[in-house]
C-alpha cells in the first residue's frame, strides 16, 4: 500500500463523488448515518466499499470516559461492520454522555490516569464486540480541560499505547487547540504518538470572537482546509515513514466539487513534500 488521500462520503457529496470516483482513493463514512439504514441501505454501502476502501468513523461512542461505552451502540457498530466489512473503524478520544446525561457533542475529558483507565477498559469492551480496535482521534475543545494532569499528546500515546490502538491525528483539531492555548503546532504534532498514526483528518474552520476579546478556532467542518495544516500534514510525512490515509472532511457550503479535489491534490503534494525531505535527510 501506498499513501491514499480521500473524502468523507456525504450524501450532498454523492453524485459527484460516484462520477469522480477515479480520483479518490478512500472514502471514510460516518457509522452512525449507516447503523439503521436496513439491509438495502447497508448492501449499498457494501457495494460501494467493493468499489473504494471505506472506512468507518464513530462519533457517539464516546470512549474516553469512566462511564462504560453503550452495549447497544456497539451492537449496532458491529452489526455494521459485518454487512459492510470496512477496512478499519475510527474514534474520538472524547466523550458525550455522563451520569445519564447526553450533551450532543464531543467533549474533552480529563486527561489523567483516570482517563487512561477508563478509556482502556472501553475500548477492550468495543474490540471484545465490533473485533477490530479502533483507530483513535484527536479532538478539537475550546475549553482545556480542567483537573488534567498530562499533555494531549501524551494522554493519547498512553491510550493508545495501552490499546494496541492505530492513532487518526486529525491535524486541524491539533492546529486549533494550539493556537487556542498558545502552544506551539509543530512541538504539540511531535508530542503524540507518530509511530502509531495511520489515518489523518484534514478539515477547515472559522476563527471566533471570545468574550475576552480574544480570538478562538473553531473546528467546524464547513471551510476549506488553510494552509498550516497543509504544511503539518508535510512534517508528518516528513518523520512518520508508515504509508498514511488522509481524509478531507468536509460538513456543509459546500464548495464546487472541483475545489474539494484541489484540496485533495494539495494533500498529495503535502504528502509527496514530505517524504522527498525525509529522503533528502536520509541521503
Same mark, same amino acid.
Given at each position: ?58 462519533? +457517539?461512542?464516546?470512549?474516553? *470516559? ?23 473503524? /475510527? ?20 486527561? /489523567?490516569?483516570? +482517563? ?9 469492551? @468495543? ?13 478539537? +475543545? ?5 483537573? /488534567? ?6 494522554? @493519547?500515546?498512553?491510550?493508545?499505547? #495501552? ?39 484534514? /478539515? #477547515? ?31 508528518? @510525512? ?41 529522503? *533528502?535527510?536520509?541521503?
Amino acid at each position: 500500500m501506498a499513501d491514499r488521500v480521500g473524502l468523507g462520503w456525504r450524501g450532498e457529496l454523492a453524485a459527484a463523488i460516484l462520477e469522480r470516483l477515479d480520483a479518490i482513493d478512500v472514502l471514510e463514512v460516518i457509522a452512525e448515518d449507516w447503523m439503521h439504514a436496513g439491509r438495502v441501505g447497508q448492501r449499498g454501502l457494501a457495494a460501494l466499499a467493493r468499489e473504494r476502501p471505506v472506512v468507518l468513523h464513530g462519533v +457517539t461512542l464516546g470512549l474516553a *470516559s469512566r462511564h462504560a461505552v453503550d452495549a447497544t451502540r456497539l451492537d449496532a457498530l458491529a452489526r455494521l461492520c459485518g454487512a459492510v466489512r470496512p477496512e478499519a473503524w /475510527s474514534e474520538h478520544l472524547a466523550f458525550v454522555r455522563a451520569g445519564g446525561y447526553e450533551i450532543g457533542h464531543l467533549a474533552a475529558p480529563p486527561r /489523567s490516569a483516570a +482517563t487512561v483507565e477508563g478509556a482502556l477498559a472501553n475500548l477492550r469492551r @468495543a474490540a471484545a464486540v465490533v473485533g477490530q480496535v479502533p483507530a483513535l482521534e484527536n479532538i478539537a +475543545t475550546l475549553v482545556d480541560p480542567p483537573a /488534567s494532569t498530562m499533555g494531549e499528546g501524551e494522554w @493519547a500515546g498512553r491510550i493508545a499505547g #495501552g490499546a494496541g490502538a492505530a492513532m487518526l491525528l486529525d491535524l486541524h483539531n491539533l492546529h486549533a487547540n494550539a493556537v487556542n492555548f498558545g502552544h506551539d503546532p509543530v512541538a504539540m504534532l511531535h508530542a503524540f504518538p507518530l509511530q502509531r498514526v495511520r489515518m489523518v483528518h484534514l /478539515s #477547515g474552520g472559522r476563527w471566533l470572537r471570545a468574550p475576552d476579546g480574544r480570538g478562538r478556532l473553531l473546528d467546524d467542518h464547513l471551510h476549506d482546509v488553510p494552509d498550516p495544516v497543509f504544511d503539518l500534514l508535510e512534517r508528518l @510525512a516528513a518523520c512518520a515513514p508508515q504509508d498514511l490515509t488522509v481524509i478531507i472532511e468536509r460538513d456543509g457550503q459546500y464548495p464546487a466539487f472541483d475545489r474539494l479535489l484541489d484540496q485533495v491534490a494539495r494533500a498529495r503534494a503535502a504528502l509527496a513534500r514530505g517524504r522527498a525531505n525525509r529522503l *533528502s535527510r536520509a541521503a
